[in-house]
């Protein structure tokens, strides 16, 4: 029989190599599963915490919040920088022109959500609100034919801009809720029943649109309409605003949507692709 000591040694020794080794691969990983992280939050009203109802007094008209999923995801994060960019009606073109000059050479992480204004989805919503589901369906059509002939290149665009402007950044792309559930609807404002289709059916297709550019851009395109599914308008635990006063806040993600809805989504997306990167 051979000397326990030495062989204990030996146990000792090849445990350390494996922890030595383990640790290692744990240190090669990719800048967002570190402690370094750059984070640049850029976008419309979806990321900038409209329907919050707190809103950062120097943000202005750009309705930037503290219970936006952005600012959440960096108060449980502590990256090493966050700025955020995103501002209330923003279009394609208004993130070029006016958000792109928060990015680097040594931003780490970049969100994202934009699209819906350029589709003119809130005067859609507005024209349903107020006219027939005729009127309401007509409406949709308009907004579907823009999403699929003019809005794909305007996000290409877009994509291509960030890109330049972050070149080594993970970028994540985020998706719109459907706003509503369907059946009874007893709430201040409901939209008739056909009218709630339309416009479902309308975030359906703007998904499409938005994740087939986003893959085709090399970004990761975050789904947020199977975790916001029975917390629409018409629920009895709505993530959405119904119409409400003032009247900019209807139809945008509450408090619980960015907290309940956006946040757990892309921190899921994150930690996937940080994982598969390793």
């Known amino acids: 029989m051979r000397p326990i000591r030495p062989v204990l040694r030996v146990l000792t020794t090849t445990l350390l190599s494996l922890v030595t080794g383990a640790a290692a691969v744990l240190g090669a990983s990719p800048a967002l599963a570190s402690a370094s992280v750059d984070y640049v939050a850029l976008g419309d009203s979806y990321s900038s915490g409209l329907g919050t109802r707190d809103y950062d007094s120097g943000s202005g008209d750009c309705l930037r919040g503290p219970k936006a999923y952005p600012a959440l995801w960096s108060a449980s994060r502590a990256p090493t920088t966050f700025r955020f960019a995103a501002c209330a009606g923003a279009t394609t073109d208004d ?40 009127a309401c369906d007509q409406a949709v059509d308009e907004a579907e034919a823009y999403a699929r002939s003019t809005l794909p290149a305007r ?4 994509y291509q801009a960030i890109r ?17 559930e369907l059946g009874s609807c007893p709430v201040f404002g ?22 087939a550019r986003a893959k085709a851009a090399g970004f990761t395109f975050v789904d947020v ?25 209807s139809y945008h993600p509450n408090v619980d949507g960015h907290a309940k809805g956006y946040l757990p989504v892309l921190d899921k997306a994150i930690s996937s692709v940080t994982t598969t990167a390793r």
């Open 225 to 249: 309409r199977q975790r916001f599914a029975g917390h629409g308008v018409c629920s009895r635990t709505p993530w959405v605003n119904g119409l409400s006063w003032p009247i900019n806040e």
């Open 95 to 134: 993130v070029k022109a006016n958000q792109l000059g928060a990015l680097s050479s040594g931003t780490d992480l970049v969100s994202v959500s934009v699209g819906g204004n350029d589709a003119g989805f809130g005067d859609r919503v507005t024209t349903c609100q107020l006219g027939t589901d005729e």
């Open 155 to 158: 996000l290409d665009s877009t």
């Open 190 to 211: 409901a939209l008739s029943e056909p009218k709630r289709v339309r416009l479902n059916e309308a975030a359906d297709l703007l998904a499409q649109v938005i994740s």
């Open 164 to 180: 330049r402007g972050a070149p080594k950044a993970k970028v994540f792309v985020l998706g719109y809720p459907r706003l509503f």
